[in-house]
């Protein structure tokens, strides 16, 4: 059996959504992201085929830190198990590394081990990890919201020695979760975070030792639906909890509230006072494709 890799086309769309559509109880996210990823000159879709039918595809985002970010592989049921996804992913790591993509980097859910199998077989490196935690309006918390203010360029220093020194920090290998995508501090860069607002302190009177930060993504739409993620926490328990309290009753998208952090002993309990619940733990998977010729 032969397939063949190339650039998705629009009317990929049908044939492939018939079984996507399908990959879990709850169905997909890739029906409601398809359209905007097609015509998103910063990413491509890749569709495998077999006598001309669509059977499979993954979608590869370019971020600006020469980062390739693959995401969204799906195989048709009756064709998994034949090397369609590996392929897939090379075709997507040889055309990243030809455009100048350093890295090439993806999330894998902890309990996938069919595709821990394929991601291996790709020579990627694991080399952080991510517990994801859900809140939704109505879950008792905890903790007291306390009030949380936007840090500002000033606080550059103490900011990126709090993150640096954290048991977070170390946990996620300078990682952060941006989105469902991971980005290194050291590479998005720190002053890119303050400026871009997504750094919150407490707000609260001698707080000279700045021990809290929570990197918040504002509201980001999810098919239809919008949803807010909290992507790096650190600090007392107590103080990073009430912030998260404090982000969650103030937050009027509607739609859900996540959180993809380091999980150590404070985080977790900073969490589950807040009214989060873990829902998985997902890899964070990497490998340097630049001095790679082939895959």
Known sequence: MKFSIRLARKEDKEPLMRFVSKTWPWGDYVPGV?????????????????????????????????MAWLEGVRVKPEMRGRGVATLLGRHAL???????????????????????????????????????????????????????????????????????????????????ALGWTVRSFAKYGYRRLLREGLVFLPDVKNNERYENFSVVVGSRQVGKEKSLMVSFICGSPSTTSGMLTEITKSWTGGGRVYAMVGETKDAVSALQDAGFQRENGFFFFRRRISEQRDF
């Open 94 to 176: 040889n055309y990243a590394r030809k455009i100048g993509m350093k890295w090439a980097g993806l999330l894998s859910a902890e309990d996938n081990y069919t595709a821990h199998r394929q991601i291996a077989r790709m020579k990627m490196e694991r080399v952080g990890s991510f517990g994801l935690y859900e809140w939704e309006k109505g879950k008792a918390e905890r903790s007291v919201g306390i009030p949380i203010r936007m840090a500002g360029s000033t606080e550059l220093a103490i900011f990126r020695s709090g993150v640096r020194h954290s048991p977070e920090y170390a946990a996620t290998m300078g990682n952060f």
């Open 34 to 66: 398809w359209d905007e990823w097609l015509l998103d000159s910063n990413g491509r879709i890749f569709v495998a085929t077999c006598n001309g039918e669509p059977v499979g595809m993954n979608h590869v985002r370019f971020l600006d830190e020469g």
